[in-house]
């Protein structure tokens, strides 16, 4: 556990070091390629979407509400450092991108959960909502849910929204909700770029979209730590991007 915050007081730290400003690219014009503004715009809604941590089964306290930290790990794939050497970025060696933020979770009926997420600091802007519909809960076996995520993201250069369906599959036990998920996350979003002219102090500004998607699966697991109501969730993210990601939370459930 003190491991866990101790990550979280490093994260603003390590980010400083990921700049996106304008500023930080010496060769901007680089990312008007429509292959590199893709990688680009990809892998920082990918890497930032919000994650529900969160199994097919509802809460279960008696008010159904959960608050809590998280923070999120997104591996940043070569072709993403790729793109900012070709442009000059001083962030073409760092390798992973760390998240911090505040969630929220409440139940709204025996079959409904909703939830939001959040993080601004040093420019990074992280919004982030989930629903929730459990459709198969039987009195044993697995339970079934379709979960939809949706984010709003901001970071230097970047500003973009990521909309992820999932099929989750879990079993309650006694101690823990262990799950799994599968899903599709789609980002779309824009570079606001100053392109140099050619003359001195000259540069013309443009907007430049950019999208992709990538197929994603999720194993994690809910520990519950009764009768204190603390939860402590773990868990691991596949993408065939290559925007990989294992995560932790920290959680209150009433």
Known sequence: MRAFFFLLI????YSNAF?????????I???????????????????TAHRSYEPATALMGGVGLEFGVELTIAQIPQSFRDVLSQAGSNSSNLRILPIPRGIVHKRLLEKFDVGGSFVGYQGLVVIGADFKYTFHQPEEGPTFAFR???????????KGHTIEPQIVVSRRLNFADPFIS???AYSIGTLSLDIPTGVPGISVSQDLTGKG??????????????PTGIRLTLHGEYVTFGTNSLGIKFGFEF
């Not at 700049?19 to 060769?27: C, G, K, R, W």
């Open 19 to 27: 700049s996106l400003d304008a500023s930080s690219f010496v060769n």
């Open 182 to 184: 599968v899903g599709y």
């Open 213 to 226: 998607g990538a197929f994603k699966s999720q194993l994690g697991v809910v520990l519950h730590f009764w």
């Open 148 to 158: 939809g995520n949706y984010t709003y993201s901001k970071l230097g250069i970047y």
């Open 29 to 47: 014009d680089q990312l008007v390629p429509e292959a590199s503004r893709n990688t680009f715009i990809k892998t920082i809604g990918l890497g």
């Open 10 to 13: 490093l994260t603003p730290i």
